[in-house]
């Protein structure tokens, strides 16, 4: 099989389940792992905040992260497919108390006129306030979109101008570094608080970072260690983060260029390829995933109409041009 479903779905190879094996560890509720404090730290500085967290996932870490920036009872502004809104199971309103309302953007776009129409930080008594706006970059549901660096600019002079708080959703940042050539710190530089994965395109099994204020990170800490997500030796996991910095990320072109070759096989535009990610339209998108599965070939459903292709760490160039084969045929 062919799993073009999600970049979650790759296995840690053996060079990375090595340096696993062999990772120095402590007990990290202590802060005395030194893997996990070295990963923290070297990510922190990489996209140039004071401090980092890791955590078990990405929607742990924009949960402490959105925390940090919105309090209860506030909202935070989003796109109306953005992860936290669709794909968290509402965490930020049923654990704290946080609500939000969206603009809407076919990719998942900035759009600094919706934002501006939104906003609303203090309206008096009656209306909640706007505490921060949450962005993606890549954005998923929006097919692996990259945000304009000018639309980011423009986005914290907005922020600035308000008041408010800037949340960047970063599961995919090094796509977009990959697809931009931005350095890493501009592509954070808007943003108060960010969440990355390790655990998407860059193949690690599991782990997530909160980069922020050396004050934000300290209180994520604890909210990280109140819900029940302290971790002992965790340094087995920053590892397999360390290792996929080391290796994976100038890769992430190769899983670029499958992209925009399943895209052109199936007649949609290579040029709207930004990343990894193909949002496809199809009539029957059950169809789809059905005839593709039977022909060896997993594709994931977004819509009725239409189905999500992620290549990654385990689907090769062959791998790309076998599932544009089958695709191509069905679609
Ligand atoms: C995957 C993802 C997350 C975090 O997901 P987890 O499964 O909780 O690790 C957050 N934001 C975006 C955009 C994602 O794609």
Redesign the pocket.
Known sequence: MIDLR?D?VTRPTPQMRAAMASADVGDDVYGEDPTVLALQERVADMFGFEAALLT???????LLAVRSVVPTGAEVLCESS???AR??LGAHATIFGITSRTWTDPHGRIDIGQIEALVAPDLGPYLVATAAVSI?N????GGGTVQAIGDLQRLRALADGCGIAVHL????IWNAQVATGQPWRDLAAGSDVM?V?L??GLGAPVG?LVLGSAAMIAEARIWRKRLGAGWRQAGVIAAAGWYALDHHVERLADDHANARLLAEACGAAPEAVDTNIVALSVPDAPAVVRRAREDGVLVGVVGTRTVRLVTHLDVSATDARRAAEVLARIV
């Open positions: 999600s979650t078990v996932t990405g929607s742990l870490a924009n953005a992860h936290i794909a968290e993606e890549t954005h998923n549901f959703d970063g599961a995919r969440a994965c655990s998407k997530s």
